[in-house]
């Protein structure tokens, strides 16, 4: 577990009337608190809810005007953060907001989701894409430079262990708290090792984390 977590200021200062809280109450919200708190919860009945769920919700999520809602808070992190170069594998693409995003900042972006309905609604212009378990990740060890989850379940091992020694995470909530599949940044950092450097900061109404890897420096020091 990383010592503590800086707190950077917000840049983006919340507009409007908050957005409805769907997330304290949300089933997946469990899901989410289990998997990060212990990853042998994600069992196999597990993995098909939630599959089931998202292939449910992917034809109205396609269309919806809110699904992009998470780009802001994920441009903020973005502009904000010095990231590694290399593979960039984001982790539940949905139906690619997100991944539209991420391909404006690295060359070479990987889509991969649970749910064959989301990614069968991702544009076929955004690239590579994959079905996969974030339980199980089909990479091998230390591949992949930058892991990105926008409102996305944690699966600390398998973060561990496809990032490269200089690798980091991102992590963004919507909404924030009031997200259904969310995890604190204090929450992120108790279920990483030491060797991560837990960055978080607000954007409008959503949160983000950046979890940088230092075993690189270690190995150098």
């Known amino acids: 577990m990383p010592e503590s977590v800086t707190h950077l200021p917000a840049l983006l200062t919340p507009v409007g009337e908050p957005p409805e809280d769907i997330g304290s109450a949300h089933p997946m919200r469990q899901i989410t608190e289990a998997v990060a708190d212990d990853p042998l919860s994600w069992t196999p009945q597990v993995a ?17 005007q809110s699904r992009g809602r998470g780009q802001e808070v994920l441009q903020d992190l973005l502009s904000r953060s010095e990231l590694p170069t290399g593979v960039v594998v984001e982790l539940g693409a949905g139906t690619g907001s997100g991944t539209a995003l991420l391909q404006q900042h690295f060359e070479q972006v990987i889509a991969g989701d649970l749910s064959a309905e989301m990614l069968k609604r991702l544009p076929k212009e955004l690239g590579q894409r994959v079905q996969l378990d974030s339980s199980a990740l089909p990479f091998a060890t230390g591949a992949v430079s930058v892991l990105a989850c926008v409102n996305m379940m944690l699966f600390a091992d398998e973060v561990v262990r496809v990032l490269a020694a200089d690798g980091a995470l991102i992590w963004v909530n919507s909404i ?12 992120i950092a108790h279920a990483l090792p030491a060797q991560f450097e837990v960055t978080a900061s607000t954007a409008n ?7 940088r890897s230092r075993m690189k420096e270690s190995r150098l020091s």
């Open 176 to 187: 924030g708290d009031r997200t259904p599949i969310h995890l604190s940044a204090e929450r």
């Open 205 to 211: 109404w959503g949160t983000w984390v950046l979890a």
């Open 48 to 64: 098909q809810q939630v599959a089931g769920f998202f292939d449910e919700m992917a034809e109205g999520w396609a269309a919806s």
